[in-house]
Structures are given as C-alpha cells and as structure tokens.
C-alpha cells in the first residue's frame, strides 16, 4: 500500500511545483511565462500589493536619482502596509496608510503632486472597497480634500452612499473632520508644465486633447490581505492632464477601477480610464475567477492583455488573492508595482526585461 502511495504523492508534488512555476505576478507585458519564487505558493499569513501608475516609463528615459526616489517612496509605501499587516492589523487599515504615504509624495498622480485640469485646478477621485462586506465607498472630482482615500472611506463608513462628487463631497469631507487644505497644495512645477505642453499640442492640433493614453498615468492603488483572511482593495488618482466638463475616469468607480470580493480577489487599477469603465475591469478579474475558475495570473493577464489590448485601452492593474497570489500585469512600457509577503519583497519599475 504504502508502495503506492509514495509515487502518487511525488507525482502529485511534481504537478503542484509545475503550476506553481507559472506564477508570472510580475506584470511582463509580453505576455511570456516567468518563474516566481518557489515560496509564492504557500499561502502566507498576509500580503500587499502596490501600483504607483502605468505608463510610458522607460529605464533609458529615468535618471538614477529619479528611479531611486521612485523605489524609495514605494518600499516605504510597503514598509508601512506591511508594519500594519505584521502586527495584525485591517487589510483596511493597510490599504488606507499605504495610500496615504503615496498620495503625499509629489512623484505620484494622487494628492500632492496630482495632475491638472484644462482650467488649471487639481480634482481628486478615489475609491475603497472591503472584500469581506463587499462595502464600498468613492469620491470624484474632490478639490480640497488632502487625502482623498480617507473621504472614500468616510463615504463607505460613515454614509449611506457609495459614490459623492464634486462640492458636495469636498463638504461632507470637512463635516467628517479630514485634513482640508486649499487646492494650491496639490500643485507641483512638473505636473504645471505637463499641462503647458499638453494644452500647446491642443492649441497646434486644434482639437481636445485628454493626456496621452500611452503616456505616464501615476495613479496610486494597493489591495492587502489580513492575518483574518480578509481583502481590501483601494485607489486614488488625480485623473488624465487637461480633463475638463468634471471628467471622472475609472478610479473612484467600483468594478471599473477598484474592486474586492473575498470569494475572489481584490483589485486596483491604472490607465486610460474609459477604457477601464467600458470594460469593467476590476470586476472583470473578479467575474473570470467565479465564472471560469480561472486563477488570478489567468484572469488578469487575459483582461489586461487580451481585452484591453484589443479595444487600445493602455494601463494596467495590481490583484491579489484570499491565498495571498499576486498579479500586476499591464499592457504600457512600465508600472511603478511592488507587494510584500513574509520573507518577500518585489519591487519593479519597468517591463521586467529591462529591470
Ligand atoms: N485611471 C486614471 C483615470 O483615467 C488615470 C491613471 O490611472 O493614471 O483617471
């Protein structure tokens, strides 16, 4: 008997360690097959998983002072995740620090350092959503809100809605006690000249112009799960250069931009949002996995590479599992991306061939 049964564990081993090879999280937007550690197989007792946008990011075109400030506010981003992850804390919680840390550093599109409107002003939109309740909370188009991912979470805790914008939501915000600051705050010199540039192309083109889809998006995202199995998954952008007509993109929409199911997987996304709106991407990551039983690199890689790809929408998303898998796949030139897990830390700029 026993003779048996060891040759059928050792070729059921051999079958596991096969799949467990075509774990590809690492976003490669070829589309080919890398190995993963060995180690992402095991379901850790947490995980969390970051973006800081996609776009044209290309190694030839970063200084090394740049990269290095990039690596550094995204470490430090897991740094603080993770540290909350570690100790037992919310995947909420993780999700709402992480997101803080990112929306205040000037490098990214969300906070400090977001990008401007054709009339000059920053309007923030952010959205969070809880895997365990499926409870969700957004804001759009916000002007004066520090952190908008705290007002997403204010909608989705202390509201009876899902979704405020514009005035309304910049008060609500101030009546739940945030951080409110004047919308000069936002203003950084480089994300000034991107709408110089962007609006004398207009003037030359002569017809509107939102940012180029193939160019730096910078949205910020992170979806954790806790040491209590629950997902939670959250994003914050300040939306394309040049928007106008109080454009919203994908960002604050659930199932478009965000989205988290404990029975499947949490999501954030970045890119051209439209195309992340017509396409339902987060929740479509979710739906392959209940539908088809696909696994999340299955899942991800097909809405990003395949469905995005074919309809021209460019960008990318960050998903993470109840088993702590991860996938960051995209279809641009790079992803500003990392996750952490015990005993494992990624963190990657561009396509993995050039890292
Ligand atoms: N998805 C965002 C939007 O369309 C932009 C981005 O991800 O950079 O508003």
């Known amino acids: 008997m026993r003779v048996q049964i060891i040759p059928f564990f050792a070729a059921i081993c051999c079958l596991a360690f096969f799949f467990s090879c075509t774990n590809d999280p690492s976003g490669n937007p070829s589309g080919h097959t890398m190995k993963a550690p060995a180690k992402a197989t095991a379901k850790p007792d947490y995980a969390i998983v970051i973006h800081g946008g996609a776009g044209t990011i290309l190694k030839e075109n970063m200084s090394p002072e740049k990269e290095a400030a990039y690596l550094k506010v995204l470490n430090e981003a897991l740094d603080i995740g993770e540290g909350i992850l570690k100790k037992g804390g919310t995947s909420l919680e993780a ?6 840390h990112m929306e205040d550093s000037p490098l990214f599109n969300s906070g400090k350092g977001a990008v ?3 009339a000059g002003t920053n309007e923030l939109d952010a959205s969070i959503m809880e895997g365990a309740t499926q409870n969700a909370g957004a804001v759009g188009g916000v002007k004066t809100v520090k952190n908008p991912i705290r007002a997403a979470i204010a909608v989705m805790q202390n509201s009876e809605h899902v979704m405020l914008t514009g005035d309304g939501a910049d008060q609500f915000a101030k009546e739940q006690g945030l951080d409110i600051v004047d919308n000069s705050y936002f203003r950084t010199e480089r994300r000034w000249e991107s709408l110089q540039r962007i609006k004398k192309k207009e003037a030359e083109a002569d017809k509107h112009l939102l940012e180029n889809s193939e160019s730096k998006h910078g949205t910020v995202g992170c ?3 806790d040491k209590n199995g629950n997902l939670c998954a959250g994003t914050s952008t300040g939306g394309m250069t040049n928007k106008r007509w109080g454009r919203v993109g994908d960002s604050p929409i659930i199932g478009a931009g965000t989205y988290a199911d404990n029975a499947t997987c949490g999501v954030s996304c970045t890119g051209h949002g439209e195309y992340f709106i017509r396409y339902a991407v987060a929740h479509d990551v979710s739906a392959r996995m209940a539908y088809l039983n696909e ?9 990003i590479n395949k469905t995005l790809v074919e309809k021209g929408g460019s ?4 998903a993470l599992d109840t088993n702590g898998n991860v996938a960051m796949p995209f279809n641009s030139k790079g992803m500003y991306r990392g996750y952490a897990k015990p005993g494992e830390r990624v963190v990657l700029i561009f396509s993995r061939q050039s890292n």
């Open 295 to 303: 696994p999340i690199e299955t899942a991800a890689d097909h809405v």
């Open 116 to 118: 401007f409107t054709n």
């Open 223 to 225: 979806v954790a799960l």
């Open 315 to 318: 960008g990318g998303l960050i």
């Open 95 to 100: 999700v709402e620090k992480t997101i803080m």
